[in-house]
Structure formats: C-alpha cells, structure tokens
Nanobody
Framework: QVQLVESGGGLVQAGGSLRLSCAAS????????MGWYRQAPGKQRELVAT???????NYADSVKGRFTISRDNAKKMVFLQMNSLKPEDTGVYYC???????????????WGQGTQVTVSS
C-alpha cells in the first residue's frame, strides 16, 4: 500500500507564495509520474502540474510561469512552489503518484487526502 501525505497549504493574500510538499511512503517498488491536481468548490478536479521520473514537467496553462513542480526521488517527495497566487488558485490541492508496489505489478494511481489553499483578494 502507498500513503501520500501533503503539507504546506494555508491562507495567503493575492500575490503571495506557498510551497506544497507531498511525501510518499509504504511498500513502494518504483514511482513514475508525480503530480498535483486541484479542485475548486463546485468544479471538477483539474491537473496543475506533473513531473516524470526523468524530470520532464507539464503545467496547466493557468499556472505556467507562476508554479514550479520538483521532486526528490531519494526521499519520494514532490513539491509545488506557487508564486504570484491569485484568488482563482483557491481550492483543495491533491498529490498524485503513479507507483508500483512490486516489480511484477502494474502502475496505479495513488492520491493524497488533499490540502486547502485559499488565496484572498
């Protein structure tokens, strides 16, 4: 089983910054893509950013140039540095990893419990 624990959310004024962290633990053979998603009230969950095991990144157009995703493979952690935050960035941010628990198992998605980010205007 894989557990994901997020931290770093909170309340910040528009223009401010936050750094989210997510730590993976448990029986993990390998981790491929790691990412962050968010869900605003009344809206569907959407991709924010992903990073491959090789470091290739992908961002939603709405956060390009403001957010930076990174990972520490040795510590099984993924980070999201969020700068120039806007009220529309408000939502619950979820960590996601694609992981295998055994060498012979297939990859599957795992999700964290979510951390609230609120940006006031």
């Amino acid at each position: 089983q894989v557990q994901l624990v997020e931290s770093g959310g909170g309340l910040v004024q528009a223009g401010g910054s936050l750094r989210l962290s997510c730590a993976a633990s448990g029986s993990i053979f390998s981790i491929s893509t790691m990412g962050w998603y968010r869900q605003a009230p009344g809206k569907q969950r959407e991709l924010v950013a992903t990073i491959s095991s090789g470091g290739r990144t992908n961002y939603a157009d709405s956060v390009k140039g403001r957010f930076t995703i990174s990972r520490d493979n040795a510590k099984k952690m993924v980070f999201l540095q969020m700068n120039s935050l806007k009220p529309e960035d408000t939502g619950v941010y979820y960590c996601n990893v694609e992981a295998r628990v055994r060498s012979w198992s297939t990859s599957r998605d795992y999700w964290g419990q979510g951390t609230q980010v609120t940006v006031s205007s």
